[in-house]
């Protein structure tokens, strides 16, 4: 499988051509604060709220950064990954602003309602088998016959300096802050994050946030080798993919800790977040906050920037009800 | 019942004094806009979000205004309302910002939750049977016994100079604009922008969005006075109450139109903002969008200031489950 990732380390230098490129498809998402929230944690908590970003998630950030670096050659031939969840739509979403093909091979098993979503972009989606053979072997098959770019969800250079954009935002709009807190699943916001805070705000310490029944970050982070499961259960569904060598990279030299969290913590948290703040957040969103929770001690008095990665959430299973 | 109603017509200076007084209280809320529902309505439209207000509505601006021009004298011995709803919980937010008593009459039926979010301000709540009757003698011995300044709902002066404010935010932020849209119930917040628009674009045509099931305020305006529904039944429960004097001035002379809504159209057009806004607002609050996607050929090709007045619900039961 040709899997095409860029395999260089992107530099700052990259994240800065990136946020240039991204300007006019991205919006500089808010940052929201919540007297309730710093009194309930004695910090003092920056929300930066990428569940308002385009597609509702960060991920529209690298994926833009992807689509609309390529040459116009290449352009031509689309883009393509492999993705049921936000970076699928993400892409898509990104082709479609450039006006370029983009195709996404999917569970046929995916619910209808993601597939709908990518639709509504203009991709195209090639169905495989729920299984990675199936997986593999029909992505092989759909950029053996497009000649489409592959780009990857997270191990990825210029998705890592897309996300990357999304700490800058924030040091800009905060000045100096203490403690930046993402969570972390395949690592590319972490990365990003890692890549532009030790640039430009090497003191500020990076946290990240983990189910604890997809830990395999943390546990590699222990372990100081990438350890992948086959297919954790958590109810953030984002964060269920192992690490790959360019995040390890960033989350082994730069990332401080990885701060675990229950399920029930994280719907906990979700359900606080909407119910206090009136924003739609995903599970994988939430942890954040569950981990603040979990950690005071570790965030008190301290100006925290949390990343709220994402919204989209199935409205009609909602996990507390 | 000594309701001890402000019962002049607030004028835009009071709405100036206002907007000086409250600041310290209540956020400059964001406007919002999404290219969805641009497309879907063809108009552009500016979605003010007072459901991220204080206190999660826009009541906290009227309640503010209310409390903070208390003279000493008044203020020691607090505020008093009968609401089991937003404006319960704004005056006792901003009795609590002033440190001041603040008792609401609440039929013992109200939910929990309320009577907990209300107590959790630090007001103090009475209970009174679910009815008028009950209710009104409970009010006025808690007001003979304390004191207490009576702070209307919407039908006082200080309230609706206070709502006015959100109207002026609206156009500073947008410059011109030709329709500004809220909904309507007892008429506050309506009146405040009236009140506003009249006096710094006066071109801003406003019209009100409406329940069906409870449109009063319709009939009202058709009929050229004042028709109040007994007990009415809707989803949108901050829109069940009847106009009253100060408020029908406002609507009499200042509002185009009044449109309507189904209960169907308001679920549906608040799950489309939750979906595509990540953002959680009230029935009461969706009707807005409801009415546009209605009636199109109104807004078309017009910049129209929406206001998201709130964004309390209850999380547990949501009208689409």
Redesign the interface.
Known sequence: MNENIEQKIPTYDDVLAAHERIKPYVHKT?I?TSQYFNKLSGAELFFKCE??QKA?VFKARGASNAVFGLSEEQAKKGVATHSSGNHGLSLSYAAGRRGIPATVVMPRTAPEAKKDAVRAYGANIVECEPSTSSREETFARVVASTGADFVHPYNDARVIAGQGTCAKEIYEDLGEFDILLAPIGGGGMISGSCLTLSNISPRTKIYAAEPEQADDAYRSLKAGHIIADDAPVTIADGLKVPLKNLTWHFVSNFVSDILLASEEEIIEAM?LI??R?????EPSSAITLAVILKNKHLFANKRVGVILTG?NVD??K?P??
Chains 1, 2 share one sequence.
């Not at 703040?277 to 957040?281: A, P, Q, R």
């Open positions: 808010p929201f569940n308002l509702g359900y909407w119910q703040m009136k924003i739609v957040v919204g409205l009609k909602l507390w009800m």
